[in-house]
């Protein structure tokens, strides 16, 4: 293995920054990963719990709203409702902030980029209103603080989640010979989703060893999980589905409530199909699109001699030489693109929380959206792609430019020197082409966006 310190940052993080010194080797990322969380404290995002309050006020005005619309109260109440509304649109676009400053400063961007990279595994959406603006508080509670642990442990704290819950439709599964089935007349009301989304896009992969049986016993054994009408999470015993499941040929008891879902979902981490799973997934977004067999082969077996400990995938990854191949081939997604270009630059957080809701949205959310990356809004619960292909497309690489060149400016109006910014940020390996553009260029504007733009930043 040839550790080098620019590709710890370029591949491993959000690229070279001005302030920050590069890890030291492979053994110094990893104890970064150990230590305390600083930039999580620094930049705080609060715990879902905010929206839950924010969801039980809201519903509590627009309910006394409905019931007396021609009363002054009544007006009242539905003024505060929209209000509710308006603020947690600003405070989205301030978690927005808090995370671009997290990426910014790290010392090291690992911790950073695998928040990323396990948000999109898990990928959780609130279906409208409030809850539209609700995975932020998600990834900062089922995500952050598991990531370092068990896969088990990750798992379980995204799959009961009340967000994830309600976007995979877990609240409106009912066993169909539950006593609540029975209560209702009906014999039916289980809700899939949720189990095969667990099969097929978090542990054994679309191409795993599980049948349409299995996807239903996984289904009856999830019921009972369930929300509040505050989106708190809720277990449900009169939901549940009577009797034991036969899930992958193994039988659980029948009755265990939440004892047996972890079970379940604790053989489904271990199991190996879900090692390789994890393991490509980890080989993809990090290193390659096309992966070696070696090196999935490699991450693969320290998940099953670790039975599925994180820091142990993510020290074969980083062990591995083929992580540290010198030739960048993956493309930056754009969320990632437009990370990269603020640490390297070295926006300030005092910049940042200058910007208002409608700062936030000209300078990120629609040239995000142009650029096919709604900042946590993939369209499904597959995630983001990851081939450089769904970004590779005209529109994409026009809005990139465009924002290469325009927003930067608006930023920071004492851009830097654009023949020691290139230097910087690419290393030391700056392409001839570049290094002309970053000479040439009619102003210093276009020239921060034409290193920004090209080739060598976009890919890591």
């Not at 169909?176 to 097929?200: D, I, K, T």
């Not at 030739?327 to 754009?334: A, D, F, G």
Request: charged content about 20%; proline content about 7%.
């Amino acid at each position: 293995m040839n550790f080098d310190p620019f590709l710890a940052e370029h591949r491993f993080g959000y690229g070279r920054s001005a302030r920050v010194a590069p890890p030291e080797d492979v053994g110094d990322m990893l104890a970064e990963l150990r230590r305390a969380d600083d930039a999580q404290a620094a930049f705080p995002i609060p715990p879902f719990r905010v929206m839950q309050d924010a969801l039980a006020l809201r519903i509590r005005f627009n309910s006394y709203a409905r019931k007396h619309p021609e009363t002054a109260e009544g007006k009242k109440a539905q003024k505060k409702a929209r209000q509710i509304l308006r603020d947690m649109r600003g405070d989205h676009s301030q978690w927005f902030v808090q995370t671009q400053l997290r990426r910014i400063t790290a010392s090291h961007g690992f911790r950073e980029r695998l928040t990323a990279f396990w948000a999109d595994h898990f990928t959780a959406l609130g279906g409208g209103g409030l809850l539209r603006m609700a995975s932020p508080l998600y990834v900062e509670e089922a995500v952050r603080p598991n990531m370092t642990g068990s896969f088990a442990g990750l798992l379980t704290a995204c799959v009961t989640h009340p967000l994830m819950l309600h976007y995979l439709d877990q609240n409106s599964s009912v066993g169909p010979n539950s006593r609540a089935a029975m209560r209702r007349g009906r014999g039916r009301g289980l809700n899939e989703n949720l189990a095969r989304e667990v099969l097929e896009l978090h542990t054994l992969g679309v191409d795993g060893p599980y049948t349409q049986t299995d996807v239903r016993e996984l289904a009856k054994a999830f019921t009972g999980l369930g929300a509040t009408r505050h989106y708190g999470f809720k277990f449900r015993p009169a939901m549940v589905e009577p009797g034991a499941e036969t899930v992958l040929g193994k039988t659980y008891d029948a009755g265990g409530g939440m004892v047996t879902i972890r079970e379940v979902l604790n053989d489904l981490a271990r199991h190996p199909a879900t090692a390789d799973h994890i393991a490509c997934k980890l080989a993809v977004h990090f290193v390659s699109d096309i992966p070696s067999d070696d090196l999935i082969a490699h991450i693969t077996a320290a998940y099953l001699r670790s039975e599925g400990d994180l820091m142990t995938c993510y020290a074969a990854l980083l062990e591995h030489p083929h992580a540290w191949y010198p030739k960048s081939t993956n493309m930056r997604p754009p969320d990632e693109f437009v990370s990269a270009s603020l640490r390297a630059l070295g926006v300030t957080a005092q910049t940042l929380h200058q910007m208002d809701l409608r700062g936030v949205r000209e300078v990120f959310f629609r040239p995000l959206q142009l650029m096919g990356q709604a900042w946590l809004t993939p369209a499904g619960p597959d995630g983001f792609a990851e081939a450089d292909g769904a970004w590779a497309t005209p529109q994409g690489i026009s809005a990139r430019l465009e924002w290469a060149v325009t927003v930067p400016t608006r930023l920071m109006p004492d851009l830097p020197d654009p023949r020691g910014f290139v230097q910087a940020v690419l290393g030391g390996q700056v392409p001839d082409a570049v290094r002309f553009a970053a000479n040439t260029a009619e102003t210093r504007e276009v020239a921060i966006g034409l290193i920004l733009a090209a080739p060598a930043f976009q890919r890591r």
